[in-house]
């Protein structure tokens, strides 16, 4: 009965190759000529995969690249207005140039009583 379990919670997609695998991870040892008797005797098939189906209509008069060409023109031009990353740099670099750059290091220091309250 573990054969009909394990096809009932693949919900009955797995054919006898994933079967045994699956009695095999369950440390059952059987062959996979008697899983695959086993599914015969007892009328265990497993459901095929559903194809791929196009829905896409492509016998129409209409011209195809018409929405597709407008939003690859704006954002066309929407780059091509937008600043380079030399010019983005420059700008950052006249901003940051009168400050000076700092580094600090954080250190941690281990207290045997706990934070002292504040006073």
Same mark, same amino acid.
């Given at each position: 009965?573990?054969?009909?379990?394990?096809?009932?919670?693949?919900?009955? $997609?797995?054919?006898?190759? %994933? &079967?045994?695998?699956?009695?095999? +991870? =369950?440390?059952? $040892?059987?062959?996979?000529? %008697? &899983?695959?008797?086993?599914?015969? +005797? =007892?009328?265990l098939k497993a459901r095929a995969r559903k194809r791929f189906k196009s829905t896409t209509m492509s016998d129409h008069d209409q011209p195809v690249e018409s929405a597709a060409d407008e939003d690859m023109q704006g954002s066309l031009k929407?780059?091509?207005?937008?600043?380079?990353?030399?010019?983005?740099?420059?700008?950052?670099?006249?901003?940051?140039?009168?400050?000076?750059?700092?580094?600090?290091?954080?250190?941690?220091?281990?207290?045997?009583?706990?934070?002292?309250?504040?006073?």
């Open positions: 009965m573990l054969i009909r379990e394990s096809f009932e919670a693949s919900r009955k $997609r797995y054919g006898s190759p %994933r &079967v045994w695998e699956d009695l095999g +991870e =369950q440390k059952i $040892r059987v062959s996979r000529k %008697r &899983v695959v008797r086993l599914m015969q +005797e =007892q009328g929407a780059y091509q207005q937008s600043p380079r990353p030399a010019q983005i740099a420059k700008r950052l670099s006249a901003v940051f140039a009168h400050d000076a750059y700092h580094a600090g290091q954080i250190q941690y220091v281990r207290a045997l009583q706990g934070i002292p309250a504040a006073e």
